[in-house]
């Protein structure tokens, strides 16, 4: 039985769904700018990533600045740079069942 609890079901819910891995994973390298990030995920909408990044600052993963040199930026926080090796992890996972299956 998995309990509310449970470490797995923390983690789906903090970084579950199709955008915030990705998201960190583009943070992962520098600081970034809202429409730097649009430029690096083309397929999200601006109000889905305005709503991630809300999600990902809530959750203390992502760190929202804003000064008048830059504007508001954004960078991953002591938690969300936690997240790049379960990132890591993943690619590997997913490259090893694609060659298993040959897609």
């Known amino acids: 039985m998995i309990s509310a609890k449970c470490p797995i079901r923390t983690t789906l819910e903090m970084l579950g769904g199709k955008w915030r891995l990705l998201i960190i994973q583009v943070l992962s390298s520098e600081k970034q700018t809202f429409g730097r990030m649009k430029r690096s995920l083309p397929e999200?909408?601006?109000?889905?990533?305005?709503?991630?990044?809300?999600?990902?600052?809530?959750?203390?993963?992502?760190?929202?600045?804003?000064?008048?040199?830059?504007?508001?930026?954004y960078e991953l926080t002591e938690a969300g740079q936690q997240a790049i090796p379960l990132i890591h992890s993943m690619k590997v996972f997913a490259e090893a069942y694609h060659k298993s299956v040959q897609l």
């Open 44 to 73: 999200i909408s601006d109000k889905m990533l305005s709503q991630e990044l809300k999600i990902l600052q809530d959750n203390h993963l992502i760190l929202r600045t804003e000064t008048k040199a830059d504007g508001i930026s």
